[in-house]
Structure formats: structure tokens, C-alpha cells
């Protein structure tokens, strides 16, 4: 039986990155079939809201979405589409690698780390929540429980048990944000004592942010709070080249959605120049949590070729070029000659 997938192209280079990725999908023989679904801007003009009830149906059904990214229009009264797909199918683990790819403007080579951020607590609770916000004085709530650490730690414990690493490193402020982090420590050492095979090992995350750049071979896989992995995250996508290498997952009990880390660049919206890599990474991290690891490591396989010898198929961003297509052709004339 084919695998269905809800497919939402997304907004500015949204459609321009999602065709080159399915393009790439369809030359590596995936076999899924795509329930393309409106969200973003489009849906609003189309359905008068961002994210309608028949697009979370879909979501729901088929439990899986690729999605391109989304504008979510400044002004009161729109909510973040992300953080609402979040909570609606509580995608609790954000999952980030940071991998190294040739040809980038990184100031290091061969980096292989994975970023296990909460997705649903800590300080991004949002509608309304702050305690007080008189325009003299703001104060906002940080909300971490037993339950939700628990499941984070245990993720990113199982990842690093199903992937051959190391260690897990817990990033925390337990020094000083004393009764939210400090749960979040508490919690984290608790559930390394069940994994004896992998090194633990928990830093404070202000430190942790000076050593990720001086020595960044030092860490494997990270797990962390809301905030912090928000931050820490979009750090390590730095060490690795920017935001047009960093995919992420965001990853439920019942469903999962892969997504580009970037936006919707409206700046370069049209002009066929955007950079498919990310959202391609992401797909590469759905064939991978669909046990379809083999063309998950081609996709990463044929853009690390085609960022080493195809420099006129890549677009300007990674300093080549070519077009989001020409770039998708180079990775479908992989695909096809495997
Ligand atoms: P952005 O990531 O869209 O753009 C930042 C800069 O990076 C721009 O100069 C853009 O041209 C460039 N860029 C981004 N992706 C690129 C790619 N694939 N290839 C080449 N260049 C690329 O961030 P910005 O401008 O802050 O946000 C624009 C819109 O995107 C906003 O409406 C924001 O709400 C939305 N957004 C959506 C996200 C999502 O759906 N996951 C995440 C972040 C922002
Ligand atoms: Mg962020």
C-alpha cells in the first residue's frame, strides 16, 4: 500500500521549493502519494483561515505532512500557524540536525549533531498566559512538567540509542531558574540512569553556547527546554551554514511534520533562486522515521555530491549558479543513476 502524505506547498518560495522536492521524491521511487492541502496565506484568502479544519483532517489521517513554509500575517488576532499545528497535534519533539554539507560558508567541517527541543511548554505557552502585562511592567510564566521532560529525554535517548551515538547532552538553566529547569534536570538525570549505554552529561546552556562554537565536535545529541533549544538550535544551523541547510521535524504520538526551518522568503519569492536543500533535508528525515533510511541517506548523499561538483546547478545562495531547478534536476539526475 502507498504511503499518503499531506503536502502543504506553503507560502513565497513555499511552492517553488515543495515541486523540486517532490520532483526529487518521485526520481528516488518513494511510492507516496500526495494529499496536497492549503495553509498560510493562501488558505486565507482561499478559505478565510490559516490553517482550515479540512487541511488538520488530512494531517490527522494520514499522519505525516511535508510542509513548505508559512507567512503568518503580523497583527493582532493570527497566532503562529507552527505553533498552532504544534499544539493541535502535539508535536512535542522538534528534532534538528546539524550536519555539515561542502561548498558552505561553515567554519567547520564534518559536524554531525542532533538538536532534541520541547515543543509544547516551557516559556512558548503564548495566548495570553503572561501574568502581567500593564505596559509598565511584563512578566511571562515558564511551564515545565514531570510528563513533558520526561517524554523529551526519553526521544531524544531512543534516537541517539537508534542511530549509534554517543552521548546526550541536557541543557539547562537549573542554576537559577530553579523550580522549572531544575524539574527539567531532575527529570533528565532520572531517565539517563535507564540508558547506561549512553554517556550523559548536562551543561548549562549559556556555557553550552561558548563551547558549541569554540568546540562544537564535543556534543552528539542535545536535548533541551523550549526557549533554549529555539535559540541553541538556529546556533548550530549557523555552524553548519545558515538556515538553507536546516530541516526540522516535528514529531507526535500520532503524527509527524517535516518542515524547512526558514521562512517563506518573500524577498526572493518568484524568482526561482530559492534553496530547495532544506526542505529537501526535511523529506530526507520523514524516509528516515519511515524506516526508508536508505533514501533518506540518498537524498543527503546527492546534495553533498551535487554541492561538490555541480557548482553551476546550485543556486546563488550556496554561491552557485544555477536555479531551484536546475538544482533539483542535478539531484534527480542522481537519484536516477544510483
Ligand atoms: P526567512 O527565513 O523567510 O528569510 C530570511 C532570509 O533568508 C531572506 O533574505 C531570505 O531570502 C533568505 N532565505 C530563506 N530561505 C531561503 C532559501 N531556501 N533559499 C535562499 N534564501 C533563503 O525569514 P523572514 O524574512 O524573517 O520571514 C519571512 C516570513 O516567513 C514571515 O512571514 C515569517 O512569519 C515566516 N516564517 C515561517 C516559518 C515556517 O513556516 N516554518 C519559519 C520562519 C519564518
Ligand atoms: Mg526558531
Redesign the pocket.
Known sequence: MSQSIAVIK?????PE?MDATLRVLDALDCGFTYDIVDA?LGALEAHGTLVPRSSLEAIEKHGLAL????????GKGFS???VQLRRHFDLYANVRPAVSFPGTRSRYDNIDMITVRENTEGAYMSDGQEMVDDGNTGISQIKVTRKGSERIVRYAFELARQNGRRKVTALHKANIIKTASGLFLDVAREVASDYPDIEFEEMIVDNACMQLVMDPYQFDVVVTTNLFGDITSDLCAGLVG???LAP?ANIGENAAIF??????????AGKK???????LLAAAQMLDHLGMNDKGTAIREGIRDVLEKRRDMV???MGGSGT?DTFAEALVEYATAR
Open positions: 506553503g507560502d513565497g518560495i513555499g521549493i498560510g510542509k513548505g513554509p508559512l507567512t503568518t500575517p503580523i503562529s500557524i507552527n545558515g538556515l538553507g526540522g518542515e524547512a526551518v526558514h521562512g517563506s522568503a518573500p524577498d526572493i533562486i530559492a534553496n530547495p536543500c532544506a526542505l543556486t546563488p545562495d531551484t
